[in-house]
């Protein structure tokens, strides 16, 4: 007979995910184990084998569940009817916004993705890539004249974005809702006009 789920399975599997992502974050995915993440929940190592099989398997989880999420959030904005300028700072802004809370999730990503199996990988660096794609079609349509067709340039100018962005997270993480909002405004209005824009 298959064992019942628990009332409280959702919520006990997602305090297992945020406190693996903070073990992940702290000791490197690579080091870390799960008797330390079980320790880090305060459950035994054969409970947590319960919900995860291995450490890849919740490696994976962490990661699917934040990027997933992620993409969702940014791919899924109401942009019909905008400008690609107003495009453009609705999806910056969204983005900060989004990174609030999710320190540990970003910061394993980058260690963590490459040590999973090659089909894990390919969902979640889709996941990235439909980010990418989104935001080079709106700087596209901001300078098509500038890229002409030159997809390195355009790569390197929505990376660069994502840059700014990701500089943000890992200096400020601590920065509430406002301060998200006025440094993604910079970054919006730098990308459109450059530094004199400011």
């Known amino acids: 007979m298959a064992r019942t789920i628990a009332k409280d399975h959702r919520e006990k599997r997602g305090h297992i995910l945020k406190t693996a992502a903070t073990v992940?974050?702290?000791?490197?995915?690579?080091?870390?184990?799960?008797?330390?993440?079980?320790?880090?929940?305060?459950?035994?190592?054969?409970?947590?084998?319960?919900?995860?099989?291995?450490?890849?398997?919740?490696?994976?989880?962490?990661?699917?569940?934040?990027?997933?999420?992620?993409?969702?959030?940014?791919?899924e904005l109401p942009l019909d009817g905008l400008s690609a300028g107003e495009k453009l700072h609705r999806i910056v802004s969204e983005v900060l916004l989004a990174y609030e809370g999710m320190d540990n999730e970003h910061k394993i990503q980058t260690e963590g993705i490459p040590l999973l199996a090659p089909e894990q990988q390919t969902v979640l660096r889709g996941y990235q890539r439909d980010m990418v794609r989104l935001l080079s079609e709106v700087l596209?349509?901001?300078?098509?004249?500038?890229?002409?067709?030159?997809?390195?340039?355009?790569?390197?100018?929505?990376?660069?974005?994502?840059?700014m962005l990701n500089w943000f997270y890992m200096?400020?993480?601590?920065?509430?809702?406002?301060?998200?909002?006025e440094y993604s405004?910079?970054?919006?209005?730098?990308?459109?006009?450059?530094?004199?824009?400011?």
């Open 171 to 181: 200096w400020n993480s601590g920065a509430n809702e406002t301060e998200r909002r």
């Open 24 to 75: 992940f974050a702290s000791e490197g995915v690579a080091r870390a184990s799960m008797n330390h993440v079980a320790r880090e929940c305060g459950i035994s190592k054969a409970n947590i084998y319960h919900y995860y099989e291995s450490k890849d398997a919740l490696l994976y989880d962490i990661l699917e569940t934040y990027l997933s999420a992620l993409r969702s959030r940014i791919c």
């Open 140 to 163: 596209n349509d901001l300078a098509p004249d500038v890229f002409a067709g030159n997809q390195e340039k355009l790569r390197s100018a929505t990376m660069s974005v994502f840059g």
């Open 185 to 198: 405004d910079l970054v919006a209005r730098l990308t459109l006009n450059g530094v004199k824009g400011l």
